[in-house]
């Protein structure tokens, strides 16, 4: 939002499937930037939920019982996609898949 727009959002739009906005952060995390894969988990568990902004229809319509797709820019460790995918599956949605544009690899570590 920082950056005046959300670019998971313009993706979805361009697949020319219906699009719902059906999450929202519901706590501040700290950057993921820098964060292992572990402190990425920690840092975005619970931090999302279904958006009250979504009607009792929209929710029973769209996500119970539904196969639902998140989309997002990047994927590094998946962190922020197992957290979103919790929420939605804790909203009653069937079965989550995720759609991302590219994949960053996280440093090797040489020990």
Avoid at 15 to 34: D, E, F, I, N, S
Avoid at 36 to 48: G, Y
Avoid at 72 to 84: F, I, N, Q, S
């Amino acid at each position: 939002m920082r950056r005046g727009f959300n670019q998971a959002d313009d993706l979805a739009r361009r697949l020319g499937v219906p699009v719902l906005r059906a999450l929202r952060r519901v706590r501040a995390t700290a950057p993921q930037t820098g964060l292992n894969a572990a402190a990425r988990r920690r840092n975005v568990r619970h931090a999302f939920r279904l958006s009250p902004f979504l009607s009792r229809v929209q929710r029973q319509r769209l996500v119970e019982g539904r196969i639902v797709v998140l989309v997002d820019d990047v994927r590094t460790t998946g962190a922020t996609l197992e957290a979103c995918a919790a929420a939605l599956k804790d909203a009653g949605a069937r079965e989550v898949r995720a759609l991302t544009v590219a994949r960053a690899a996280l440093p090797v570590r040489r020990v």
